[in-house]
T-cell receptor, first 115, second 109 residues
Framework: DAGITQSPRHKVTETGTPVTLRCHQT?????MYWYRQDPGHGLRLIHY???????DKGEVSDGYSVSRSKTEDFLLTLESATSSQTSVYFC??????????????FGSGTRLTVV | KNEVEQSPQNLTAQEGEFITINCSYS?????LHWLQQHPGGGIVSLFM???GKKKHGRLIATINIQEKHSSLHITASHPRDSAVYIC???????????FGAGTRLFVKA
């Protein structure tokens, strides 16, 4: 069973509509991340969370908001989708013990198309 | 200049060849990650290292902290190794990571 799942896997939506992507983990990891991946760019961080209700912006956060009300769920919301937000979105988790952290596990990705 | 740079961008190899992918970074790091992404697929973490060398099967990752350089080696390459390999540097805090643009590897049978 995958320790991290994303939903939906694919979505097509119209410009101006709100969209929420969900990331669910069963690993009890503290850190959760949302990235977008676009041709010609490396993965770029949108938002991340370091605990329940603790979130912060990444490098491409404009137009996105997040919420984390439970350890296992991290939601990414596009308040009013635009064509520039067409992308593949990846959720990732990582954990830390005693100040040292260990590596990432990525979700399978959500391909979002805004028309 | 990108803070994490990979070379080459694209690489075609014949099955059985020894492959090296390089990664240079300009930020202070606590860990260097190597990830693999197959076409249309998800992202898999191959290695996380902060010093020395790690080996898993036919894959070897090395890092030189002083030179701010890491390499990923694939021995006896196989067509199933065809994928994009991504280098990523995590900051001292451990939860912010900068990703390279990736190296696209194609191994011909």
């Amino acid at each position: 069973d995958a320790g991290i799942t994303q939903s939906p896997r694919h979505k097509v939506t119209e410009t101006g509509t709100p969209v929420t992507l969900r990331c669910h983990q069963t690993e009890n990891h503290r850190y959760m991340y949302w990235y977008r991946q676009d041709p010609g760019h490396g993965l770029r961080l949108i938002h991340y969370s370091y605990g329940v209700k603790d979130t912060d912006k990444g490098e491409v956060s404009d137009g996105y908001s997040v919420s984390r009300s439970k350890t296992e769920d991290f939601l990414l919301t596009l308040e009013s989708a635009t064509s520039s937000q067409t992308s593949v979105y990846f959720c990732a988790i990582s954990g830390a013990t005693g100040g040292a952290y260990y590596g990432y596990t990525f979700g399978s990705g959500t391909r979002l198309t805004v028309v | 200049k990108n803070e994490v740079e990979q070379s080459p961008q694209n690489l075609t190899a014949q099955e059985g060849e020894f492959i090296t992918i390089n990664c240079s970074y300009s930020v202070g790091i606590s860990a260097l990650h190597w990830l693999q992404q197959h076409p249309g697929g998800g992202i898999v973490s191959l290695f996380m290292l902060s010093s020395g060398k790690k080996k898993h099967g036919r894959l070897i990752a090395t890092i030189n902290i002083q030179e701010k350089h890491s390499s990923l080696h694939i021995t006896a390459s196989h067509p199933r190794d065809s994928a994009v390999y991504i280098c990523a540097a995590s900051n001292t805090g451990g939860f912010k990571t900068i990703f390279g643009a990736g190296t696209r590897l194609f191994v011909k049978a």
